[in-house]
């Protein structure tokens, strides 16, 4: 998994251009969930930035951390100055500071089962939030949808990503709630869908993207 983790930064530049972003409801659901300002946050994986420059863009003061430099390289070249990046996978984050917010954007797969949500709770101020989103990304148009099934046939069945716990596709409650519900770390867990359409300058065709987002949401327990 840390293998192809790495494997993004050959393809940064396209992986930026083709990409879809988030939009400003992404800030919304995290800061109603919240019930109070965040003013700082640590990004998990944070790719190029799609989600970091949603929450900078609000004033958010973001700490984006990506183990790989061409990701993070590109990344720099979208976000504010005022974004601070570290190249790091999430395992060797040092404990120091904490923050309002902890998330990952469709990165959370890529971290280590292994103590992961009690290194989560070491980044969190007592009673700040962690948030994980992103979901599948599927052409709006039936017919480019159709397209893409036929070119990945024969490589791939399909490119959705398996549960990382095993969790079967039609449980009421998926990864990583399934994790969060045990969990001793962290509370107040909320799960939530959402549906948007997308569109990029670089999809010519009418329709754009859609993202069936699942939401993830939880909170630092104060006796963590």
């Known amino acids: 998994m840390a293998v192809r983790a790495l494997s993004f ?6 992986y930026e251009r083709f990409r879809p972003g988030y939009s400003a409801e992404l800030f919304d659901k995290v800061t109603a969930y919240a019930g109070q300002p965040v003013r700082t946050a640590l990004e998990i994986g944070a790719g190029t930035g799609k ?6 863009g609000r004033g958010v003061s973001v700490t984006a951390t990506e183990p790989d430099a061409a990701m993070l390289a590109e ?3 979208h976000v504010p100055e005022s974004v601070r990046t570290v190249r790091a996978a999430f395992e060797d984050l040092r404990p120091g500071a904490r923050y309002g917010l902890v998330y990952a954007a469709a990165a959370l797969h890529w971290t280590s089962p292994e103590g992961r949500w009690s290194r989560v709770a070491a980044l969190l101020e007592p009673g700040a939030v962690f948030a994980s989103f992103g979901g599948p990304i599927q052409p709006a148009d039936p017919a480019v949808q ?7 046939a024969p490589f791939l069945e399909s490119d959705g990503v398996p549960s990382p716990d095993g969790t079967p596709a039609g ?6 709630g399934t994790e969060l519900q045990r969990s001793d770390w962290l509370t107040g867990f909320c799960r939530r869908r959402s549906r948007s359409t997308l569109t990029s300058p670089s999809i010519s065709r009418a329709g754009g993207m ?9 909170r630092r327990s104060c006796g963590a």
């Open 51 to 56: 989600a970091t420059r949603v929450f900078a």
């Open 75 to 77: 990344l720099r070249k």
């Open 9 to 14: 930064g050959a393809m940064a530049e396209a």
């Open 210 to 218: 859609s993202r069936d987002a699942p939401w993830a949401l939880s």
């Open 171 to 176: 449980h009421a409650m998926q990864w990583p």
């Open 146 to 152: 159709e397209a893409v099934r036929a070119a990945r």
